[in-house]
């Protein structure tokens, strides 16, 4: 019986592995083999994709981004289309930062039957002058939108009809390429707006060059109601006129956007020579320098309510270019380490000079900081409210070392700010006298006698 149970045991035993052996699930190291050799597959083809967009310009910091977004790329039958594609596109003399832009914001420009039909295109458009920027915007809107090369042709020829200059052409094209996608009518509908309140055509092309965004504004809902708002804090229409064609982003203000503008001017309290430099050249540029400066803010992290909040406690912003504001925002925040949110509390900082108020103070709390001569941190408003002489007794005199670093009032006395008086500079020079011009004195002396 014992040996009977024995043979059945070992008969099941044979039959688990006989059945495991003929089964057609595969085991578990098969499945492993396969998918270790899938990801050594899947990884050598990256390295070669990733060799091979590094090699037409694509920067390595964004291969991994780029290819885990576009996955079809991993295709191995798509590198050889790949290669002939990138050749394509530096064909067209793009250069390679467009190239790269071209490629992350479109990557279906990289088809190489869609390029074949540009490589042909591009050569009809050599009459026209354009630049490598623009035939990169005609391949990704052609991409996305699905446009022949023959009908931006046809567009091209129609915007040349209109008496553009070849200039003013590409700088339409690369500014505001989507105006392939308008037709005839709407650009013309812009000239004739123009041409409607007496400007000249020289005037329209200076427009359409330096703002060719404007093209894209509807005339009735968007310019009309602008040149109203304009009229209606009672600037004349020559003024307005000439104010447009001298800038021509005036047109790019949003409606009521001017009207605020112009509402925190009248509300200023400062003193007047800062009024002066603001209003140097008239209320109506004062208010689009209002307007350039929120932006600037805006754009640096801060919402319009808290930029016209800066403005109206530190009119002296108003008086610096926006590149010299960029460059305090860019120092306070990378150099500083302060947020750009600090600016609602201290918008002095925007209102002071940078190389001789900014600049020595940080390097002289720097120094302090470092040595550890600070009983307390040193915020933003510590640093920039104090006047010079107060931040000198404060920081700067107990520490000799830190007076190189100030520059104000180091050597000991200070200079008096106002000229030597008139009676010093008409005093008479004295000169030393001598014994032989006294006997010659007295011997004249005795002659009148």
């Known amino acids: 019986?014992?040996?009977?149970?024995?043979?059945?045991?070992?008969?099941?035993?044979?039959?688990?592995?006989?059945?495991?052996?003929?089964?057609?699930?595969?085991?578990?190291?098969?499945?492993?083999?396969?998918?270790?050799?899938?990801?050594?597959?899947?990884?050598?083809?990256?390295?070669?994709?990733?060799?091979?967009?590094?090699?037409?310009?694509?920067?390595?910091?964004?291969?991994?981004?780029?290819?885990?977004?576009?996955?079809?790329?991993?295709?191995?039958?798509?590198?050889?289309?790949?290669?002939?594609?990138?050749?394509?596109?530096?064909?067209?003399?793009?250069?390679?930062?467009?190239?790269?832009?071209?490629i992350n914001d479109c990557p279906g420009v990289l088809d190489v039957q869609f390029l074949k039909k540009w490589e042909v295109g591009v050569l009809k458009f050599g009459d026209l002058g354009l630049s490598p920027l623009v035939v990169r915007n005609f391949l990704e809107l052609s991409r996305r939108f699905e446009i022949d090369p023959d009908g931006v042709f046809q567009t091209m020829k129609v915007l040349k009809g209109l008496g553009f200059s070849e200039g003013t052409l590409n700088r339409v094209l690369e500014e505001f390429p989507r105006v392939i996608l308008m037709n005839e009518g709407e650009v013309c509908r812009k000239i004739e707006f123009f041409e409607g309140i007496g400007i000249s055509g020289e005037g329209i092309e200076r427009i359409f060059s330096f703002f060719p965004g404007v093209i894209g504004f509807d005339v009735e809902d968007r310019l009309k109601l602008l040149l109203d708002e304009f009229c209606h804090w009672g600037f004349g229409e020559d003024m307005i006129r000439k104010e447009i064609v001298r800038e021509p982003r005036v047109l790019s203000m949003e409606l009521g956007e001017f009207s605020r503008c112009l509402e925190l001017l009248r509300s200023l309290k400062c003193r007047e020579p800062i009024k002066w430099k603001i209003f140097g050249e008239g209320a109506f540029r004062a208010g689009f320098e209002v307007k350039l400066r929120v932006d600037c803010l805006c754009k640096h992290g801060l919402i319009r309510r808290e930029a016209f909040k800066v403005l109206w406690k530190e009119p002296r912003v108003m008086t610096y270019r926006i590149e010299d504001i960029e460059k305090k925002i860019e120092f306070l925040v990378h150099r500083m380490k302060f947020n750009v949110d600090c600016l609602v509390e201290v918008p002095e900082f925007l209102g002071v000079n940078f190389d001789k108020h900014i600049v020595p103070r940080y390097n002289v709390i720097g120094y302090l900081r470092g040595k550890g001569g600070l009983g307390s941190e040193v915020g933003l408003k510590d640093l920039i409210k104090p006047s010079r002489l107060r931040f000198y007794n404060l920081y700067v005199k107990p520490y000799p070392e830190c007076e190189k670093l100030y520059g104000r009032f180091s050597g000991g006395e200070v200079k008096s700010r106002h000229p030597v008086g008139l009676w010093k500079l008409f005093k008479p020079p004295s000169y030393p006298e001598s014994k032989e011009d006294v006997r010659n004195m007295k011997a004249f002396m005795e002659t009148l006698v």
């Not at 991993?74 to 596109?89: F, G, P, T």
């Open 1 to 102: 019986m014992a040996f009977t149970l024995i043979n059945i045991t070992t008969r099941h035993r044979v039959f688990a592995k006989n059945r495991f052996f003929f089964s057609t699930k595969p085991y578990k190291s098969q499945i492993l083999k396969l998918s270790f050799s899938n990801e050594k597959t899947n990884y050598r083809m990256q390295i070669s994709l990733a060799n091979l967009l590094q090699r037409y310009g694509i920067p390595p910091s964004q291969l991994h981004s780029f290819i885990s977004k576009n996955q079809f790329l991993l295709n191995s039958n798509n590198l050889n289309d790949l290669d002939k594609s990138l050749s394509i596109l530096l064909s067209f003399k793009i250069t390679q930062k467009s190239l790269v832009s071209l």
